[in-house]
């Protein structure tokens, strides 16, 4: 059999956050599962006195150079550098920038941070985060109307990561636990404004979840009914009936990840208004 790693350094230098560089190298890795990353962070590298000490830890610990520097100067810099050392080196918005140039026949601002500006974007996303920790589990029902989503579902069903995730693409997400027996708000039966989502998962799954997680103190449950199959069943024939009842549609989270539900309601939206 062959001898693989089973771990690699992978060096992100940034002369922002290192955000896009930490998305895009977990991305990546993630399709080698013999191998895992070792992830080493540089942020904010503007200039060679920053770089250098960089690529001398590089070089201690050779492995995967991505990086994002929009100093053509100090880009060549690292690249230079990383040929001499023997790693490989990407800069990731290199080729994205030259298409971008290409087709819109403008050269880039070569900005640093430029997707961090404090333009009506990023407030609209504070507003919407501030709006779903303030609506997380049922909370301040009487606003429900000023909700763009509000997300429904029993126990553990990933409501509240779900509307975190919605928060950050600008959408005001509320969240509501479906309980047997206890109504929903009926300031959620009255909205016209939001779309209402449903999120169900296998009986197994929510079960399995639960076993590994605290109890939810507020749901009045002992431990062996709250992680019994057969009382996750019931729970879930209720959310089910509940939502086609009413209409709303569901999505089951059992094999998607946060940002597959976030991207399952976002394609909703603009069929359901």
């Not at 790693?5 to 992100?12: A, E, I, S």
């Not at 990023?122 to 909370?139: C, K, P, S, V």
């Not at 509240?160 to 005001?172: E, Q, S």
Request: proline share 6%; with cysteine.
């Amino acid at each position: 059999m062959e001898n693989r790693k089973n771990f690699f350094h992978l060096h992100l230098i940034s002369d922002s956050t290192g955000e896009t560089l930490i998305s895009a190298g977990r991305a990546a890795s993630a399709q080698f599962h013999a191998s895992m990353p070792i992830e080493h962070v540089y942020p904010l590298i503007r200039n060679r006195k920053q770089l250098v000490p960089v690529l001398e830890a590089v070089d201690e610990k050779p492995g995967i150079v991505l990086y994002t520097l929009v100093d053509p100067e100090l880009a060549e810099f690292l690249e230079v550098r990383c040929r001499e050392i023997g790693v490989p080196s990407i800069n990731l918005l290199e080729p994205v920038l030259t298409v971008f140039q290409a087709y819109l026949g403008a050269p880039s601002r070569r900005r640093v941070g430029a997707q961090h500006a404090l333009n009506a974007d990023y407030f609209r996303r504070i507003e919407a985060l501030n709006f779903a920790m303030d609506h997380d589990d049922g909370q301040m029902p009487e606003d429900y109307d000023q909700a763009d989503v509000v997300v429904i579902g029993i126990s553990r069903t990933s409501k509240t990561p779900t509307c975190i995730y919605l928060a950050n693409r600008g959408i005001k997400a509320a969240n509501i636990p479906i309980v047997p027996g206890v109504p929903l708000p009926e300031k959620l039966l009255t909205a016209t404004h939001p779309l209402i989502v449903g999120l169900v998962a296998t009986t197994d799954r929510i079960s399995q979840v639960r076993e590994n997680r605290e109890l939810g103190g507020g749901l009045g449950m002992d431990h062996s009914h709250y992680t019994d199959r057969a009382n996750i069943n019931e729970e879930l024939k209720y959310a089910r009936a509940l939502c086609a009842r009413h209409h709303w549609p569901l999505i089951d989270v059992t094999r998607r990840s946060i940002e597959e539900t976030a991207a399952a309601i976002v394609a909703l939206r603009p069929k359901l208004r």
